[in-house]
């Protein structure tokens, strides 16, 4: 617990007594948790999140997922490869809308290809254990369904990490979401507390929270930190890989913004042939006056090592 006065209240494992500890400077880095909901509580048996679908000792005959969002597609793509018959509910209408418009029925198409049974607009509304299965009901296109399922993984999203860490009494200033407000520097309203990662606003990513600590670190010694946000990467680890970096088509169509479409398809790729992968693209999107590359977008094989090449471009300010 972060406590007045830059002190910190610690449990300890060996001990019924609360360590506390003070400090001329405070780094609140305490990561997220998987979202759970009323209408599916985990069990970590039948009904599970995120981290215990990593820990199946058998192979699921069918799986549903709740959630098609990047969690619950690296899950489903990972059980189905290990022949589980997968079914993922997402409840939004859209398929992968922090995706590009190219690059989401694309992947749509891919997955389902694969035997991934996604169905959209599906919002489950109860979940009831018998015979050591799972009935999960579920509401689509207004009628009622239901399927038996041998586990359940629940993938709706993370939440921050600050509900028990921070009491009322320690006066730090949180929005409605559980979020640490920062200022630029990543201080938060208590002089020298800072706080990075998964429980500010921005990305849930691991290299995003990595980089914000180097920035931080820089600010304590009193040197220059920087965070571009414009130019960090997004990568789901299915297969296809999905990678992004910048602005989407619909982002800059929206904001107004003038820009031309460059798309180039691995099936013109020799090398994408040579390894017979050639299902994917990449699509790049530059301004239409400067030529200043504003997005870039793969689907396909080797997406989350080639995205680095589009990070790069876009640090340097690169022109298509």
């Given at each position: ?92 209408d ?29 919002r ?11 009935r ?46 920062v ?29 914000e ?35 989407t ?72």
């Amino acid at each position: 617990e972060l406590l007045p006065g830059k002190r910190l209240r610690v449990s300890q494992h060996n001990s019924d007594t609360p360590l506390e500890l003070t400090a001329e400077h405070i780094i609140i880095a305490t990561g997220s948790s998987p979202i759970e909901i009323s209408a599916a509580e985990t069990d970590r048996k039948l009904i599970v999140d995120s981290r215990d679908a990593l820990d199946f000792d058998t192979v699921p005959e069918h799986l549903a997922i709740i959630g098609a969002g990047v969690i619950g597609l690296e899950m489903g793509s990972v059980w189905r490869r290990f022949g589980s018959s997968v079914t993922l509910l997402e409840a939004q209408d859209t398929f992968l809308p922090a995706a590009d418009r190219d690059i989401a029925p694309l992947a749509l198409a891919q997955y389902r290809e694969q035997g991934l049974d996604i169905r959209i607009g599906a919002r489950v509304t109860a979940t009831q254990q018998h015979d050591n299965r799972v009935r999960v009901s579920y509401s689509e296109a207004g009628k009622d369904h239901q399927i038996d399922v041998d586990r359940l993984v629940v993938a709706v999203g993370r939440r921050p990490n600050t509900e028990s860490l921070l009491p009322a009494e320690s006066g730090l200033q949180i929005d409605e979401g559980g979020f640490i407000h920062v200022d630029k520097h990543f201080m938060t309203n208590l002089p020298d507390v800072y706080a990075i990662g998964d429980v500010i606003r921005g990305p849930m990513l691991a290299h995003k929270g990595s980089a914000e600590g180097k920035a931080v670190a820089d600010f304590i010694a009193g040197h220059h930190g920087r965070i571009n946000y414009a130019t960090i990467p997004s990568v789901i680890y299915t297969e296809p890989e999905i990678a992004w970096v910048g602005q989407t088509e619909q982002a800059l169509s929206q904001a107004g913004v003038s820009y031309r479409i460059g798309k180039f398809p691995f099936a013109a790729s020799g090398r994408a042939r040579a390894m017979q992968k050639t299902a994917g693209m990449v699509k790049v999107l530059a301004e239409a006056n400067t030529d200043e590359v504003l997005g870039i977008h793969i689907i396909g094989a080797h997406a989350s090592e080639l995205i680095a090449e589009a990070v790069l471009a876009m640090e340097y300010r690169a022109t298509a």
